[in-house]
T-cell receptor, first 118, second 115 residues
Framework: AQKVTQAQTEISVVEKEDVTLDCVYE???????LFWYKQPPSGELVFLIR??????QNEISGRYSWNFQKSTSSFNFTITASQVVDSAVYFC???????????????FGTGTRLQVTL | GAVVSQHPSRVICKSGTSVKIECRSL??????MFWYRQFPKQSLMLMAT?????????EQGVEKDKFLINHASLTLSTLTVTSAHPEDSSFYIC???????????FGEGSWLTVV
């Protein structure tokens, strides 16, 4: 069975601080996908990143960066110089990969609520 | 623009009535769609897998007779909450993926309030 653990329930930081959201996953699949989503109060899920299990390269996108460590089954997310607009709930998720390579149903972590204040 | 559209975005219904939520894939065919439920301040939990032309596959603990899923076409899946109760009040969101691709698209979600 797949499992995603986000140990941090809530994090509060002051604007301009860096913050890292942790994600640890469990799966027996050799091919899988990892995702991060942002969920603002309105509810929609904003896609942030997708990572294939065979691609362990870290990625940077503006103020966002992701550290994928297959050896420790972790996929952590760092926001540099946080801003008030970053306040939201962030979900890490895991998807098995079908034979065709199609991403499938997601197993979500419990989410981390990030509060960025002035 | 959105590739998966969900309607309605918000709905209030009376206890005991049924309510239907639609999930449409725009510009692509989705043989499989997924329905998730999210209670306030909780995570998203998979309810069922909607398969075009066949019966949905429900996750353990989800009542198939209460949450009717119909995937009658390659672009539309519907979730009907039958005999709704206040405890069914939740955020329902669907997703779809394009065959052979590793991208998952989510609808905008639907807030259901049962009074």
């Amino acid at each position: 069975a797949q499992k995603v653990t986000q140990a941090q329930t809530e994090i509060s930081v002051v604007e301009k601080e860096d913050v890292t959201l942790d994600c640890v996953y469990e799966t027996r699949d050799t091919t899988y996908y990892l995702f991060w989503y942002k969920q603002p109060p309105s509810g929609e899920l904003v896609f942030l990143i997708r990572r294939n299990s065979f691609d362990e390269q870290n990625e940077i996108s503006g103020r966002y960066s992701w550290n994928f460590q297959k050896s420790t089954s972790s996929f952590n997310f760092t926001i540099t110089a946080s801003q008030v607009v970053d306040s939201a709930v962030y979900f890490c998720a895991l998807s098995e990969a079908e034979r065709s390579g199609t991403a499938s149903k997601l197993t979500f972590g419990t989410g981390t609520r990030l509060q960025v204040t002035l | 623009g959105a590739v998966v559209s969900q309607h309605p975005s918000r709905v209030i219904c009376k206890s005991g009535t049924s309510v239907k939520i639609e999930c449409r894939s725009l510009d692509f065919q989705a043989t499989t769609m997924f329905w998730y439920r999210q209670f306030p301040k909780q995570s998203l939990m998979l309810m069922a897998t909607s398969n075009e032309g066949s019966k949905a596959t429900y996750e353990q603990g989800v009542e198939k007779d209460k949450f009717l899923i119909n995937h009658a076409s390659l672009t539309l899946s519907t979730l009907t909450v039958t005999s709704a109760h206040p405890e069914d009040s939740s955020f329902y969101i669907c997703s779809a993926s394009i065959g052979g691709r590793n991208t998952i698209y989510f609808g905008e979600g639907s807030w259901l309030t049962v009074v």
